[in-house]
């Protein structure tokens, strides 16, 4: 069956928070056509900064569902030819019954054949053919931890890290995330919830695309007055 659906995780509710509705909606267009058609939208508001991460979640999303699809189809058809050489076996075997009369006045019949144990295995077999899912991989370590209001940290992967590289090329998003977790162990009463701490962080990566940004260097960090730095970057912010 054609896939007649564009994949809308939640995730999207939290990542685009910075949209208004205008943009959300236009966006949202964007997908549906992409999905049903491979017709790219073209977006002059802040959607543009979003679409290419979700055309190409939504690629995966559609070949994920077409290679399930394939392998059931293919599993079908296969379950289908068993049973009908089983049925081809149950009508042969048939004719080698072996008849017994019953104790009854009725003169009814009892048959033993030696079909069972062949319809038993051919079952079992067609049971084989269930679509499994492959383990995950083990998760990997966080790139840099953020402290919450909780005392907890969240740990930001690098499927994070990349993700917003993406949504935000202007900005050096590890970088940032270093500023981050300055600026949440120099201000403990402004840290984040657990719920609250991705739109902290796209709000912050947001404001540093529309400000220009600065790419990665693609050098190493080194050390120095991060905290120093940090607040002079929240003077410019214009935080407290």
Known sequence: MARNYAALPYDYLEEMDALNDAEFGRLMRALLVYSMTGEQI????????????????????????????????????????????????????????KAMPANGKNGNTETNTDTNTETNIQLSNDSKGEYCAEPQAADAPPVISLPLNDGTFFDVSENDRAKWSQLYPNVDVLQQLRHMAGWCDANPTKRKTRGGVKRFITNWLAEEQNKGGKAPQNRPFVGGDVFAEMLEEEKNRGKS
Request: charge should be positive.
């Open 42 to 97: 073209a977006l002059c508001g802040n959607e543009r900064f979003f679409v290419k991460r979700m055309m190409a979640q939504e690629d995966r999303f559609k070949a994920s569902y077409d290679d399930i699809a394939t392998t059931r189809s293919e599993a079908g058809k296969a379950g289908a030819a068993a049973r009908w050489q089983n049925g081809k076996r149950i009508f042969a075997n048939g004719k080698n019954s």
